[in-house]
């Protein structure tokens, strides 16, 4: 099993940054993938970014350029830095985490962007 925690979610500006954190923590394997979705109200979950433990990372469209996805393997977390937040950026984010076939969610944190 893992656990995942998030953490720096809330209200922010439009136009600032923010920045979350997931920690992992349990049973993890060397070779795993670990990073973000996001489902904004009345929308279907969809990807932010990913990065694996070899440090490459996959991004959706819609983050590419102010979305950077980093990640600390000696702390297990992976970082979310988002730049120039929009109101359409207003969502839950939810950790994601796959080790071999096994994938797991975090709690999910709530980001909201106001105009």
């Known amino acids: 099993q893992v656990q995942l925690v998030e953490s720096g979610g809330g209200l922010v500006q439009a136009g600032g940054p923010l920045r979350l954190s997931c920690a992992a923590s349990g049973s993890i394997f060397v070779i795993n993938t670990i990073g973000w979705y996001r489902q904004a109200p009345g929308k279907q979950r969809e990807l932010v970014a990913l990065?694996?433990?070899?440090?490459?990372?996959t991004y959706a469209d819609s983050a590419k350029g102010r979305f950077t996805i980093s990640r600390d393997n000696a702390k297990n977390t992976v970082y979310l830095q988002v730049s120039d937040l929009k109101p359409e950026d207003t969502a839950v984010y939810y950790c994601y985490f796959k080790n071999w076939e096994y994938e797991y969610w975090g709690q999910g944190t709530q980001v909201t962007v106001s105009s």
């Open positions: 990065i694996t433990s070899g440090g490459t990372t």
